[in-house]
T-cell receptor, first 111, second 117 residues
Framework: TQLLEQSPQFLSIQEGENLTVYCNSS?????LQWYRQEPGEGPVLLVT?????EVKKLKRLTFQFGDARKDSSLHITAAQPGDTGLYLC???????????FGTGTRLKVLA | GAGVSQTPSNKVTEKGKYVELRCDPI?????LYWYRQSLGQGPEFLIY????????DSGLPNDRFFAVRPEGSVSTLKIQRTERGDSAVYLC???????????????FGSGTRLTVV
């Protein structure tokens, strides 16, 4: 069973700081997605990456897929209170059609 | 509809009772997924429908859990003889298609919070 480990589990930072969260596995993935979830809501898709080494940017968020397609990182520049939430990575392996979710990183950005 | 709709938003039931949770996906989305999320955890896969058929039900924890999607749109997750351990948020998601090498993102509903007392 593939496992997606996310680190850190919890992160509390001040507004304006930079941060990076990680998503790691021993499995090779055909695609990987990042979601953000707020209390009482379902996860919302941020990005999909499919190519090893791929980097995508979404405003202050930078996503990278590892060269071997086993891991990914999410970097946030100049964090804002609105970035607070649970960040989830989800991935699927070749030949499967379902995404398996990671354990999540709970981010709190203090004003 | 504009988004994925799940009803009820909250359900409290007694141990041993039967419950049904409903999911109304985005119109035109052929793939539908059910996940279960416990407090502080990521969503756990339960079952995936492509059209009317269950393409992958490997995540259903036991035979008390069953899901249907008879017309390829609305889906119902059914739980028999509920146990306290079934308490969780049940999330439904849909995507344009699941049966493809291309990766389509999921649109999630807000979930049904099930509490078994």
């Amino acid at each position: 069973t593939q496992l997606l480990e996310q680190s850190p589990q919890f992160l509390s930072i001040q507004e304006g700081e930079n941060l990076t969260v990680y998503c790691n596995s021993s499995s090779v993935f055909s695609s990987l997605q990042w979601y953000r979830q707020e209390p009482g809501e379902g996860p919302v898709l941020l990005v999909t990456v499919v190519t090893g080494g791929e980097v995508k940017k979404l405003k202050r968020l930078t996503f990278q897929f590892g060269d071997a397609r086993k891991d990914s990182s999410l970097h946030i520049t100049a964090a804002q209170p609105g970035d607070t939430g649970l960040y989830l990575c989800a991935a699927r392996t070749s030949g499967t059609y379902k995404y398996i979710f990671g354990t999540g990183t709970r981010l709190k950005v203090l004003a | 509809g504009a988004g994925v709709s799940q009803t009820p938003s909250n359900k409290v039931t007694e141990k041993g009772k039967y419950v049904e949770l409903r999911c109304d996906p985005i119109s035109g989305h052929t793939a539908l997924y059910w996940y279960r999320q416990s407090l502080g955890q990521g969503p756990e896969f339960l079952i995936y429908f492509q059209g009317t058929g269950a393409a992958d039900d490997s995540g259903l924890p036991n035979d008390r859990f069953f899901a249907v999607r008879p017309e390829g749109s609305v889906s119902t997750l059914k739980i028999q003889r509920t146990e306290r351990g079934d308490s969780a948020v049940y999330l439904c998601a849909s995507s344009l298609t699941g049966n493809s090498r291309l990766s389509y993102g999921y649109t999630f509903g807000s979930g049904t919070r099930l509490t078994v007392v």
